[in-house]
């Protein structure tokens, strides 16, 4: 069965409504840091406690991603984003109001439940529409998750000033609610004749509780929630070989481009964006500047991704996935070489001019990858795709931010802040450059097999 490839314009309006749900969930992950103290004080809660609002989020979100394609296979992709949307609106609205602590908390896992599924499902609902526009448009799609991340800091801190924390909610509910009403217009309808595969339940129950506790101690530094993590993922390792169907399907590793792009996309999450959580802690430890002063700071990067995420498609054809990846790597590496120095305090120019190389870097990295990823599997796999890329991407980040936070803890130790942290850089400078191995096997040309029209 073939499905006709949609216009240009109804493309481009479809991205909008997901484009939309990405800078939903991005942003409400990096938005409540900023008002961890306020909600403290307000609720008269100790620290401890309400540092469980960013986790329970994290938790929630890491457990539902492996259930995304198995949830977009059996009630089709419209009726699951639409699904994540209005859990994820509805936890924004209760978290809101919340009473005490243990209720924010409680909220937070729905809330978290919710974004953890809008991005998957909403990437394999794009490409299984985009068809061969897929590399030609994929840079916009992927934009919010470089752009959201610098003004989640910037927002947070601007609302908690002006209006106290719950209006880190509040004012995000409204951009809920219009998403969910766009949605319900523009996203495709199931094709009929789903799959109707049963539910690997001991697969899920070793799967989303060890990816969960996985993230969550390398996060927050909890030894045994990572060990614990490591044996029920070895578990599922186990499970999978003997399952008939599972979960999160492994032999989509057999294809050499999917195979090749998971690597890319493993070591980037472990080295490249891992080392994202460096600048603002940076900008506001030693730089003595406010979360929205480092959302500004951090600007130019975010400004350096959308030009080349906007110009993405016709560089990726003109040059090819290989090249292209390489070269955004090459960037993001020279970007990063003036902050290894920091313990010589370098130019604020030159930082700000390293970040807009960086974020080009990449913007360029992340075209290739994604349109490598999907444009190499037929269209009935890629929501088995979509959810192991974000298992793969989770396991990356959260193992390369462990990494680094715990050089960067080491090094404060034992020296001057700035000298710590450029030394900390140059350990992610050197393991960033392990990227270029998996980018040295990218197709020449894109090509993709799958044929949608």
């Known amino acids: 069965m073939t499905t006709a490839v949609r216009p240009d314009k109804a493309l481009w309006r479809l991205g909008g409504v997901l484009i939309m749900g990405a800078v939903l969930s991005i942003l409400d992950a990096t938005i409540v840091t900023v008002g961890i103290d306020s909600i403290a004080r307000d609720l008269g809660s100790p620290l401890t406690t309400v540092q469980w609002v960013a986790s329970a989020y994290l938790l929630a979100a890491s457990a539902a991603i492996p259930l995304s394609g198995w949830l977009t296979d059996r009630f089709g992709g419209r009726a699951v984003w639409l699904t994540a949307v209005a859990l994820f609106t509805a936890g924004t609205l209760l978290c809101g109001f919340a ?37 030609r448009m994929i840079g916009v799609i992927t934009l919010p998750a470089t752009v959201a991340p610098a003004l989640g800091p910037m927002l947070g801190g601007a609302l908690v000033a002006g209006f106290g924390w719950r209006w880190m909610f509040f ?21 009929p004749g789903g799959v109707r595969e049963p539910l690997d339940v001991r697969g899920i129950a070793l799967l ?30 186990v499970h999978v070989a003997r399952a008939r169907s599972a979960v999160l399907d492994l032999k989509l590793f057999r294809d050499n481009g999917f195979a090749v792009a998971s690597a890319s996309t493993f070591l980037l999450g472990a080295s490249l964006y891992s080392s994202m959580l460096l600048l603002p802690l940076y900008y506001q430890q030693v730089e003595q500047a406010s979360a929205w002063q480092a959302g500004l700071l951090l600007a130019p990067q975010a400004v350096g991704s959308a030009a080349v995420l906007l110009a993405g498609g016709r560089l990726l054809a003109r040059f090819g ?11 993001s590496l020279l970007g990063t070489i003036a902050f290894t120095q920091l313990g010589s305090s370098p130019d604020g120019v030159l930082l700000t001019v390293s970040l807009l190389i960086r974020g080009a870097g990449l913007g360029a990295a992340t075209t290739p990858g994604m349109t490598t990823l999907y444009g ?15 298992v793969v991407n989770r396991i990356g980040g959260s193992l390369g931010t462990a990494l680094l936070a715990a050089i960067l803890h080491n090094e404060l130790a034992g020296t001057a802040a700035p000298t710590a942290f450029g030394t900390t850089f140059t350990w992610a400078l050197a393991l960033s450059a392990l990227t270029l191995v998996p980018a040295a096997f990218f197709p020449k040309s894109s090509s993709p097999k799958r044929s949608i029209a």
Not at 208 to 224: D, H, N, T
Not at 376 to 387: D, K, Q, T, V
């Open 321 to 331: 996935p290989r090249t292209m990846m390489l070269a955004g790597i090459t960037l």
């Open 376 to 390: 190499s599997l037929e269209r009935s796999r890629i929501p088995r795709a979509a959810s192991a890329f974000n």
């Open 99 to 135: 009473w005490s602590a243990p209720a924010l908390i409680a909220f937070r896992v729905l809330h978290g439940l919710g974004g953890g599924l809008m991005q998957p499902v909403g990437q394999a609902v794009f490409a299984q529409e985009a068809g061969p526009a897929l590399g």
């Open 208 to 237: 989303s509780p060890g990816l969960g506790a996985f993230v969550y101690g390398l996060a927050e530094g909890v030894l045994v929630a990572t060990v614990a993590g490591v044996a029920l993922l070895l578990a599922y390792g």
């Open 171 to 191: 004012g995000i509910v409204p951009l809920g609610v219009a998403t969910f009403v766009c949605a319900r217009r523009l996203l495709p309808a199931p094709e």
